[in-house]
């Protein structure tokens, strides 16, 4: 068995190793809103159920080298609210369009071809095609060197 040192990895190798060793790992493609009402669509590898009682689910923004929250972070605090669709088969390659770094004002939705829903609990679009969707409300965000872990 290899073993590694986390401490002597950067984040790149240790996303590596990781997104490697724990498979199959889901997808959340995260719809939020900005303030200006821009819709927002972004995937992340890291993601998972947190807890059934309540039901949580958790996805995790990198933020390496300083750089600033992206916008599905921003958008979900500032708006409390963001839905999760799952990504069949039939949209990966749309679900990788959304994964390009572009402006906040880029609406991704758009971008990627895919039909914005409104969330019937929460004021946050989840994508019409998806075959699953959770609407989520912000259970809070545990902010680490170079990523966050947001709960909904």
């Known amino acids: ?41 972004a995937p992340f590898s890291f993601f998972t159920v947190a807890s059934a009682d309540p039901p949580t689910v958790l996805f995790c923004p990198q933020l390496p080298d300083g750089r600033a929250d992206k916008d599905s972070l921003a958008n979900a605090e500032a708006s409390g609210v963001f839905t999760v669709s799952f990504v069949s088969r039939a949209l990966f390659e749309r679900m ?3 994964a390009a770094s572009v402006p906040p004002e880029v609406d991704e939705f758009e971008l990627a071809g895919v039909t914005p829903a409104e969330g019937t609990k929460v004021p946050a679009p989840y994508v019409a095609e998806a075959p699953a969707a959770i609407e989520c409300r912000l259970a809070g965000v545990h902010r680490l060197d170079a990523a966050a872990v947001v709960f909904g």
């Open 1 to 41: 068995m290899a073993t590694f040192d986390a401490d002597e990895l950067g984040w790149r190798d240790a996303y590596k190793l990781l997104t490697g060793l724990v498979v199959p790992r889901p997808i959340a493609w995260v719809g939020t809103r900005s303030a200006d009402g821009v819709a927002n669509l």
């Open 96 to 98: 990788n369009e959304t």
